[in-house]
């Protein structure tokens, strides 16, 4: 419990710092209005009190004398009256803006930190969970901090305020009032913090509910769910989890509730005892009427404070145990350790080696890639070849630098990778990927973001496309380059898989390169066009450094060079004819595609 508080304070206090930085003006401006609206009840039962006691004294004295008085108290409590709605609007206001900015600042953080992670967070299961976490959850906590933290100022403001009231009643009402909460505020904090700790236990079984209702809902899964018939067993299995992680919330919610419940009737029986003492007192004489009056209301405010300061402070630290998932995810470290300093600018095209290269992706530890040695000339085009799984994509990743090998070295123009900023590499390689991104935006953009840096000009734009075989398809379509594609928004145009690939290479193409990867180019489309596009491409990447994979042996047999990856290793190389010759693995899968096509 003491690291807990310990770890609490250090949160918020990070967490405060971080909005007042972001944001000083509308934090200070949150504060100033909470802290005037938690004291103007307390002036308007003030007013009823001094108002009451005029009233009493007057009817007391049987004429109209203190009317000036009556009057003047009255206008004031209409001014009070007033003001109270009044500030209330603006901190609503207020509040709204000031946390819709703490808001966007969160998605920011953590959109920043999502798009740069290493893929190989996005490849683990176990991160998964953080990034849900943060994602789901961390975003709008710190906005609750924030609220949570002015209640809490709020409320001692009002709590001193209603203490000064007081000052003349017996003390012992105050204390007995005081301890009377504490049994609230006991259960409130107990069972903030095993809500905590069942939210993060449940975090795997709510991202399965989410993956279920993904696909009942959405385009991608509707054939299959449809023929297979699948849609009921997910709605089941939906179902079920939802119901495992909400029997055990309701349970904890249950017990919560009843003991909240005998809380509540401690405390009620204080304010009995209070309100009793008080009574006598006045019937005694030894309070005014009015005095009564305000005691009444200021006992009961003073309750209401001191619960919502109790409440303030429980809060932040339930707030507080979420947010470690949030620093849990802003804290994750790349593991693709580079130099800040760019290497001087990389001749295109570039000659790529690799030397000994191993790896094991690190979530596994199985090894995917041992003692792989190959050198691509400058300007040359080579095939990957080799059976699923043999670890052809795993290379383009390293290629990327999206992980660096667990042992050997990758060489762009002789420099090792590991000596070039990730970014550095990123500018270098062009690729287009076997699970290449569907961009529900317009056509233009689909090609256009293979190098944003470089104008939105339809004249480039074209010129890729022709390149890719797509540009007749892209020009027919209502708007041309500036239709929308897919099917997510109004007036969109949808392609076919074969031509949405095309629209990849082309946005492959559309980057200047010192390296162009294309990870089956042509798996959706037929063997007419698959040799027509890659035609098309030997002739565009002639002079440049291209790093094909492709079943299709029709493909293969244009490159320049083949590496056949086998056994996590490269077990044959060669061109076409000299691996045909050398009757290997290579000559056994070409002559069984081409029995198969015969
Ligand atoms: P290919 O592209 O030749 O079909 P891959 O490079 O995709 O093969 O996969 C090679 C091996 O690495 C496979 O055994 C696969 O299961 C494993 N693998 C691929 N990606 C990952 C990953 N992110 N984490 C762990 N293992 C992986």
């Not at 009233?55 to 007033?82: K, R, Y």
Request: glycine content about 6%; some cysteine.
């Amino acid at each position: 419990m003491g690291t807990i508080w310990r770890n609490s304070l250090g949160n918020i206090d990070r967490t405060f710092r971080f909005i007042y930085r972001h944001s000083p003006k509308w934090t200070l401006l949150h504060i100033v209005t909470a802290t005037i609206m938690g004291l103007l009840p307390l002036g308007l039962i003030y007013l009823i009190k001094l108002l009451v006691d005029e009233v009493t004294a007057a009817v007391e004295e049987g004429g109209a004398g203190g009317l000036e008085n009556i009057v003047w108290i009255i206008l004031a409590t209409g001014i009070v009256f007033f003001l109270n709605s009044a500030v209330g609007s603006w901190f609503n206001f207020i509040k709204e803006k000031h946390t819709r900015q703490i808001e966007d600042l969160m998605f920011g953080k953590i959109q920043a930190k999502a798009s740069t992670l290493d893929l190989e967070y996005f490849e683990n299961p176990h991160y998964h969970d953080v990034i849900y976490r943060a994602e789901q959850e961390s975003r709008y906590r710190p906005q609750q901090i924030i609220t949570g933290l002015i209640t809490v100022i709020q409320n001692t403001i009002s709590l001193i305020t209603v203490a000064l009231m007081l000052t003349s009643l017996n003390w012992l009402i105050i204390v007995v009032l005081a301890v009377a909460v504490l049994p609230a505020v006991y259960v409130k904090f107990r069972y903030n913090e095993r809500n905590y700790r069942l939210f993060r236990s449940h975090t795997e079984d709510l991202r399965k509910t989410f993956y279920f209702n993904r696909m009942l809902t959405e385009k991608s899964f509707t054939k299959e769910l449809r023929l297979f018939g699948l849609a009921p067993y997910f709605r089941r299995q939906f179902e079920q989890l939802r119901d495992k992680v909400w029997r055990q919330k309701y349970r904890l919610l249950r017990n919560k509730t009843i003991y909240e419940t005998l809380t509540h009737l401690v405390a009620a029986g204080a304010i009995f005892g209070a309100f009793a003492w008080l009574a006598r007192d006045a019937m005694q004489g030894a309070i005014t009427i009015g005095s009564l009056v305000m005691y009444f209301l200021v006992i009961r405010r003073g309750f209401t404070f001191l619960k919502s300061l109790m409440d303030g402070f429980s809060k932040l630290y339930e707030q507080n145990l979420f947010l470690d998932n949030l620093f849990e995810f802003l804290n994750l470290k790349p593991r693709v350790q580079a130099p800040k300093q760019k290497v001087p600018a990389l001749k295109q095209p570039l000659s790529i080696t690799l030397k000994g290269v191993d790896f094991r992706y690190p979530n596994t530890g199985a090894m995917v890639l041992k003692d792989v040695n190959l050198h691509i000339p400058a300007g040359k085009t080579v095939a990957f070849v080799g059976a699923n799984g043999a670890g052809k994509t795993t290379l383009i990743k390293l290629l990327c630098r999206f992980y660096d090998p667990t042992a050997g070295s990758i060489l762009f123009n002789g420099i090792n990778l590991r000596d070039m900023p990730k970014e550095q590499v990123f500018d270098q390689v062009s690729v287009m990927f076997q699970d290449f991104i569907h961009y529900h935006l317009t056509a233009g953009e689909n090609i256009w973001f293979g190098d944003i840096a470089k104008p939105y000009d339809w004249r480039y734009l074209s010129h890729s496309a022709e390149n890719a075989g797509i540009r007749e398809r892209i020009e027919s379509l209502h708007d041309q380059y500036n239709t929308y594609l897919g099917n997510l928004f109004n007036n969109s145009a949808e392609l076919s898989i074969g031509e949405w690939q095309k629209l990849a290479i082309a946005r492959a193409y559309f980057r200047d390169a010192g390296l162009y990867i294309l990870d089956e180019p042509s798996s959706s489309m037929d063997a007419v066009t698959e040799q027509e596009v890659f035609s098309r491409f030997k002739e565009l990447i002639q002079g440049r450094t291209a790093i094909v994979i492709s079943h299709r042996f029709t493909t293969i047999s244009m490159v320049d060079y083949i590496y056949v990856l086998d056994q996590h290793t490269i077990r044959e190389s060669g061109t076409h004819q000299e691996l045909m010759q050398q009757e290997g693995l290579y000559a056994r899968l070409y002559r069984t595609q081409a029995r198969h096509y015969q």
